[in-house]
């Protein structure tokens, strides 16, 4: 197990070290001159050569990914040429934000999930089943885009019974930014309605962005729980006489989710690219725009880093996901 | 059956939250229920939110208001639009100010009172006593004596985002316009400018020229590039009537009243303001009731916002939108090597034939655009002034509008020598990821205009690009663009504002956003800005004005009409066609 | 295609009838499959004969006519300059259908040319393109789309550039994975043991019988690309010309609007929806149908 966890760790390496050359080259090779940009209107040809020198982008490529790759190492991730801020800052800034509303998306698509598949499994072929498909099956279908407009459309504006956009109510509740993930900051702030309201906020973009999960949730569930519904341990557990219950539980629920915890992980790279749509649709101050922002308005710094870090998260949540289904799985002999 | 449980308790769970956050405090009805209050969604007039019917101004509570973003930088020298603006000048402030509500009367703020002419070269401000930046040092004669410095000698890297300053004061460094700022005595500040300018108060109004506190610009490094925090961190380093407390970019600006005040204090306890790019994504928060107003309604909204119970703020129209055409593009984009000189390859530009240049002017219906795109609330351009400025009739007489005539149109384009096997290609630009006052929907605007183009036989090449620098804005102004669309929103009442900023010649050369070199035009340009005496000053700028619409530099197409709105409970809000306004006086019924 | 199949019922001797025949009567047998079929016909057809279906030219509109509610003239109502929404979602499959083909067969061809190159040679080639996998697998795939979209410009072959490199890295594993398979099927083993190698080896025994996971994934494929193809387009990355008429285009720029007219931007969304759909429906009925262990 130990050694599993190793070769995963070591594998790293490279992916990361192919991770900076890419993102260094691709933004070197992006059209445009960061020194331009900055400057603006008044961009002279001197002034852009001496801003070029500033930021030391006219010495040899070499020179420039080292500086990149140690400043990385050294957590420091520049500052942004168009905005002039900390990047560190912008990132710790936001990106509890979008950890809030990427964990309200799996907590729904979980806890509505798993129970549906489970539900679908034992009542195959029976009208449920292929209602579940089918709804699965629109769940996979609809974009994000789409479905977070009608949701706002319908529950913020036409029926105003949830909150639009943002992430809490702001002149009800003045609440102390710490960790930056609202609904944490409102119960360290001892504020219980505030906590209630920053959870109604993430109702709605949290269902956009977790319909796509649940229902491939749903669907590998529903799958997963089938296959072990026919092993012969199911059968012998149901044989017993064992109460229904205790067969979901000891048998089949445990068996059945292996197969579900490596989609999780799979899932976090969508959700990290559905937060760009989500954020944008519904207000929310959190990594994706951010992201989004910079690369169309060729912030080259926050480009270099923020897709970095981001990439490096999603990596090591697979890592995660992978280690803790070789812990799940007893069966698994790694090599 | 358990799954069946939990999938039903969490179904009640979700439900229970939806209902048990109504919130009461923002729903638009909810104004309606204090007493005596009366009827207000039937007041017409646009300050139907002033406090005309909501009994007496009364301090206390916080405002939620959505603009379209937040400042670009939170140092004032350094920002150059209208939401950086909107922020900023809550918390600083310059020395003089248009008054309320007007665009070319002149109040004074930290100064309190001033000497000079617009002809003079020298003007002598008294400052206001007892005076104290939010950081509790006094404002005095050699703070603004630094903060003048500071701009006049910005470095390079600043001096991109220093537009406004470079604009008005003819560049930085000792050469410019300025001559000297001296601290003549505690409180009495004296500018010596190296010639006269008729504008330079005006121009000082602006919020890039507020003065800051200096303890604040040297604690921050506000003057090295490469360490300033002075533009990203959370300073108390104004002297407005509400104080900065918290800045989360892309998230929120919280401000809180300034109890020290050196006027009346500000009556709302906090003003938060958030970012909503999308406007109707800001009608929409302030129909969930998560802000309280807005600005910039989408046109198309505006009966909606009335139909609903909220309040419309209109402004008077200052703004202009336009259709910019540069002979020279393709020439100008080859010889700066920018990218955009490929999609032209290397053709010679039909906009060189000023007969092809009217015939886009007379292809275009500027009428059938009002109603779709401005909701009918906005109003055809003939000339750059807006209906608002008090000099329109002026300008006005010294031009000849086009009229619409498709038929003329393509006869013209057909003398000029084109038709359907040698068709006038041009290449027409809009910018993406932005609206504005003046260009509500610069896509369809795009369209609508090049369907038009196509009726009278031009063949049009589509292009766009981001707003922001060094995206469609640069190249506009840089001149790479055969057709694009670009607008103005005047800062003060001047023709100079206007016609000047866009026309006037720097060393001998035209602007390069148009290429409009015209014989005579560098000097009635001068002539007019010089020119001191008012009817006089209307014939010369009307004289400029006439010479560039006759050679077609550019095509007025509209002036957009901008509103607020506000849920009723929202008061006392003093709409500027210039968009500068103060939340000091805004108040909260109930 | 027959000579593969001839291939393979020669080496599947337990198998009377051949896998694609046998499949195809599955198929049809596939209620999922058959709506699924049905659907992406439909967007096929209509795609091919836009100009004989559109009531009224896609492109042109009259400004006096803008914001028509749907009427039996515009069942779908008209946009901001008057043009006929219908029409216009009718001609926008067009642009979304190619998108997507195009970018699902760069992303084949790519994608199963460095999946062909690690699963045949092993080794130190396999290592070098799965890790290079694994990296593009490491960013958020329409942040990826983004930047190439941002890199290359918006044109029509550009954004099915910028989506199939999206589907490059899941058709490189795919294709790799049965390469790796079948290395050690029976017939492949017997193959070599005849003295069948190299290329030879590859590209008439191995890739045959690879080929189907392939298909079924391009199929699904076809429905994310319609997706992405679409969420770029709603976030202003979509073709520069603003005429097009680009389902997602359609659905931002209606998006403005959404306060008094609703449909201008529910009738583009339901079109992605029922294309996505179809895909999806088609691609699932085929892995039914052509996977041997789902066989009933």
Known sequence: ?335 | MRTWRWVSVLAVLVLVLAACGQQPAATPDEGSEPPASGSESEAPEPSASEDVDGGEPTAGGTLVFAGARLAASLDPALTSDGESFRILQQVYEPLVDLAPGTTDELVGVLAESWTGEPSDTEYVFTLREGVTFHDGTPLDAEAVKFNFDRMQNFSEEFQGDAYYYGALMDGFGAENLISSVEATDELEVTITLREPSPTFLFGITLTPFSIVSPAILESTNADDAATSTFGTDVVQGGTGPFVLDDYVPDDSATLSRNEDYWGDPALLDSLIIRPIADPAARLQALQGGSVQGFDLVNPSDYETVESEGFSLVERLSFNTLYLGLNPVARENAAAAESGVAEVYEGEESPLQDLAVRQAIEMAIDKEALIEPFYGGRGSVADTFMPPSSGWSDAILAGVEPAEFDAEGARQLLEDAGFNAENPATIHFWYPTEVTRPYMPDPRGLHEAITQMLEDVGFVVVPNSDIWDSPGYLFDAQNGFYDLHFLGWTGDYDDPSNWYGVHFGYAQGEPAAQFGCDVDGLEDAISAADAELDEAARGEAWAEVAGLIHENVCFVTLAHGDTALAFTDVVQGYEPNPTGSESFQSVWLSE | ?296
């Open chain 3, 1 to 296: 295609m027959t000579q593969a199949t001839g291939v393979m019922t020669a080496t599947h001797e337990d198998r009377p009838i051949g896998l694609w025949t046998d499949a195809l009567r599955r198929m049809r047998r596939s209620p999922a499959a058959i709506i699924g079929g049905t659907v992406v016909a439909i967007f096929v057809l209509m795609a091919m004969f836009a100009p004989f279906l559109a009531p009224f030219d896609p492109t042109r509109g009259n400004l006096a006519d803008s914001y028509l509610p749907p009427s039996p003239e515009h069942w779908f109502g008209t946009n901001v300059q008057g043009q006929d929404v219908l029409s216009r979602i009718i001609f926008g499959s067009r642009l979304t259908l190619g998108i997507a083909v195009l970018s699902v067969i760069f992303g084949v061809a790519a994608g199963g040319l460095l999946g062909a190159l690690a699963g045949y040679f092993r080794g130190w080639v396999d290592s070098v393109i799965m890790r290079g996998v694994d990296i593009m697998l490491s960013i958020p795939g329409l942040l990826f789309a983004i930047a190439v979209v941002t890199y290359l410009g918006r044109g029509f072959v550009q954004i099915a550039v910028a989506i199939a490199i999206l589907n490059v890295p899941i058709f490189a594993r795919l294709l790799r994975a049965s390469l790796l398979s079948l290395r050690e099927a029976d017939y492949v083993i017997a193959a070599r043991s005849v003295g069948v190698a190299g290329p030879t080896l590859l590209l008439r025994h191995m890739l045959p019988n690879a080929i189907s996971p392939l298909i079924v994934q391009g199929t699904l494929a076809l429905a994310t690309a319609v997706v992405d193809a679409a969420a770029l387009g709603f976030l202003g990355l979509g073709p520069p010309d603003p005429g097009t008429p680009e389902w997602g285009m359609m659905l931002s720029d209606t998006y403005r609007y959404l306060n008094n007219a609703v449909y201008l931007a529910f009738f583009p969304g339901i079109a992605i929806v029922l294309s996505v759909l179809g895909f999806n429906l088609l691609g699932d009925g085929m892995r039914e149908a052509l996977d041997p262990k789902l066989r009933r």
């Open chain 1, 1 to 335: 197990m130990g050694k599993f966890i190793l070769r995963r760790l070591l594998l790293l390496i490279p992916i990361m070290l192919g991770l900076t050359v890419l993102v260094f080259l691709f933004i070197r090779l992006l059209p445009g001159d960061p020194a331009g940009a900055i400057l603006g209107e008044r961009a002279t040809p001197e002034a852009v050569e001496r801003v070029r020198t500033a930021l030391g982008l006219d010495r040899p490529l070499i020179e420039q990914y080292w500086e990149y790759v140690s400043g990385l190492v050294r957590l420091d991730l520049g500052t942004s040429f168009i905005t002039n801020r900390d990047v560190t800052d912008d990132f710790l800034q936001r990106f509890p934000a979008t950890v809030e509303l990427t964990a309200a998306a799996m907590i729904f698509a979980l806890t509505l999930g798993i129970p549906l598949g489970m539900l679908t499994a034992k009542r195959r072929g029976s009208w449920l089943d292929s209602a579940g498909t089918v709804v699965s099956l629109i769940g996979i279908s609809i974009p994000i885009f789409f479905l977070g407009l009608m949701l706002k459309f319908l529950f913020a504006i036409h029926w105003p019974i949830l909150p639009d956009s943002g992430r809490i109510d702001l002149i009800e509740y003045a609440i102390p930014r710490v960790t930056n993930m609202m609904t944490v900051d409102a119960i360290l702030a001892g504020e219980f309605g505030g906590f209630v309201d920053a959870l109604r906020h993430l109702i709605l973009p949290g269902i956009a962005l977790g319909t796509i999960p649940l229902a491939i949730i749903m669907r590998i569930t529903r799958a997963s729980v089938i296959d072990v519904l026919n092993e012969d341990y199911v059968r012998t557990a149901n044989a017993k006489g064992l109460a229904s219950r205790v067969v979901d539980n000891r048998h089949v629920l445990r068996n059945a989710l292996l197969p579900v915890v490596t989609v999780i992980g799979l899932q976090m790279g969508l959700l990290l690219g559905g937060a760009i749509l989500t954020e944008t649709i519904f207000g929310w101050g959190g990594v994706g725009k951010w992201i989004y922002d910079a690369v169309v308005n060729n912030d080259y710094q926050v480009i270099q880093s923020g897709v970095l870090v981001l990439a490096v998260i999603f990596v090591l949540v697979n890592l995660a996901v992978d280690v803790s289904y070789a812990f799940l799985n007893p069966r698994i002999r790694y090599s």
